[in-house]
């Protein structure tokens, strides 16, 4: 079996063991890491395979929480109508964004992704009579159904880990076919996959949109575990947070962004322990592992250091 299979069978034994020896509060952070894995994941969907950065992930997240609070909560639509919903009105925002920005180079693809997204924003705490404004909108909850309360804690953990396990694996099969190698080679020369007769904006135009996809789902978990839509998850600082998670990980890689997210969460569970500064160390943590590995955890050379390392105690 090659290497990557028991990779995933552990993963797989691994999240279904650790909700029979954890605790609820470490079950809701595992929640919260596997929601932040999907919007790192989306956000290296387009930074590791097109070179693009984008800072409007989140927004779509946003977009699908907030079309659930709306219509779920202040107009009472039943939850089976509203996710799917949800998630075609912000893969729908997708498309125009992606059609405004499908052209743009590197940097104003950035600055492009960041405008649009600071919009969304600002009109998420300004249409108070349809968002709540700042107080957002309270009571998003998961229904029972068949004697089953899909808003507890671990059922809530027993889906998030299907799906998110789901999305990677389909995610991991896309970047090892043809359109994956496709946007590849546009990152590494797009002139001369135009040349070659390859539709570069529209293999740009799909990723984008698939990205878009996978942070809308994050989006509806997102909304469940939070028991309430604010303009929070929109801000800068949220775009920036999975930004952070998908570097120290390694956006690269497929597996990086879910090991940026994990151990994002377990520093911010850790360190808010001792100190109201948090970010400070998290921020110093963040530094030091992009002059030490700027390619991210999953990327590091751990078995070389590790031979050094045994070399040098044999010789010691």
Not at 12 to 41: F, K, Q
Not at 94 to 122: C, E, H, K, N, P
Not at 307 to 315: D, E, L
Request: glycine share 10%; proline share 3%; with cysteine.
């Amino acid at each position: 079996m090659k290497r990557e299979a028991w990779i995933i069978l552990l993963l797989i034994a691994g999240l279904a063991v650790w909700p029979l020896i954890a605790g609820d509060y470490a079950v809701s952070r595992t929640n919260r890491a596997m929601i932040y894995a999907l919007l790192a994941l989306s956000f290296s969907v387009l930074a590791g395979r097109l070179g693009w950065f984008s800072l409007c992930q989140t927004t779509f997240a946003g977009i699908s929480g907030y079309v659930i609070a709306i219509l779920g909560v202040r107009y009472g639509w039943p939850t089976g109508a509203v996710i799917p919903l949800a998630i075609l009105i912000s893969v729908g925002f997708a498309v125009v964004f992606g059609l405004l920005t499908v052209r743009a180079r590197r940097v104003s693809f950035l600055m492009l992704t960041l405008a649009l997204g600071q919009m969304i924003y600002a009109l998420s705490f300004q249409w108070v009579d349809v968002t709540g404004g700042y107080n957002g909108i309270p009571g998003i909850r998961l229904p029972s159904f068949l004697g089953i309360d899909f808003g507890d804690t671990r059922v809530l953990y027993a889906m998030l880990a299907t799906v998110t396990v789901g999305i990677f694996m389909a995610v991991h099969r896309v970047y090892r076919s043809q359109y994956g190698l496709l946007l590849l080679g546009i990152q590494e020369n797009e002139e001369r996959m135009r040349a070659l007769g390859h539709p570069v904006h529209l293999a740009r135009f799909t990723a984008f949109v698939m990205a878009a996809a996978i942070a809308s789902v994050a989006g509806v978990f997102l909304v469940f575990d939070m028991g309430i839509m604010s303009p929070a998850p929109l801000s800068l600082n949220q775009a920036v947070l999975v930004l952070t998670a998908a570097v120290l990980g390694g956006y690269r890689t497929i597996w990086g962004p879910a090991l940026g997210a994990a151990v994002l969460i377990m520093l911010q569970t850790g360190v808010a322990q001792y100190t109201d500064r948090h970010m400070m160390v998290i921020g110093a943590v963040l530094v030091l592992c992009i002059l030490l590995m700027p390619r991210g955890l999953s990327e590091f050379p751990w078995k070389s250091l590790v031979h050094r390392f045994r070399r040098s105690s044999a010789s010691g």
